[in-house]
């Protein structure tokens, strides 16, 4: 019965790991504009943190054999397990309210997090430059994450709920 439940693991891991992928993949045409942030709040809600961050590191991975390694891929290796972090902080707080506004707030601080590699690469001078620069991205990156988890992450959760998955 143990390995059920351990197939089970492997088998939503993998689900969730070509769900992140496909949705990823639907909408990089528009900058900044990502279910990501929401799928992972989402997510970890539902599956805990244990079935989302090994989803969230395999979609790291491939994404950084898609695009090649880069600044931004190597980012999504911390900043994504920030997010189901603080997810799981306020995992019994969650609502559709604090989903929109932690997916939101996550938008915009997503340049910030990721000066941080720049910090270690390149130093100070060349972090501030390059959370400065994205700034404009960050606005759209937080107000559409807030839209996206406002309309879906109830629809998201019930559906979910529905479906009756059990680890």
């Not at 079935?51 to 898609?66: D, G, H, N, Q, R």
């Not at 090649?68 to 190597?74: A, C, E, K, L, M």
């Not at 700034?135 to 479906?163: E, Q, T």
């Amino acid at each position: 019965m143990k390995t059920h439940s351990y197939v089970r693991k492997i088998v939503y891991i993998a689900v969730i790991t070509a769900i992140l992928e496909a949705a990823k993949f639907a909408l990089n045409a528009i900058a900044n504009v990502e279910l990501i942030s929401l799928l992972t709040i989402v997510f970890t809600v539902y599956f805990g943190w244990q079935i989302t961050l090994p989803a969230l590191l395999i979609f790291a991975v491939i994404e950084s054999l898609w695009w090649g390694i880069n600044i931004w891929t190597v980012t999504y290796f911390y900043v994504w397990p920030v997010l189901i972090l603080l997810t799981v902080l306020l995992r019994k707080q969650m609502s559709c309210f604090t989903a929109s506004c932690l997916s939101s707030l996550f938008g915009f601080g997503f340049g910030l997090l990721c000066a941080f590699t720049t910090l270690v690469i390149s130093g100070l001078n060349a972090a501030v430059a390059w959370w400065i620069a994205g700034i404009p991205y960050d606005l759209v990156h937080g107000v559409s994450n807030l839209v996206i988890a406002f309309i879906l992450y109830d629809p998201l959760i019930k559906a979910l709920r529905k479906m009756n998955i059990t680890i």
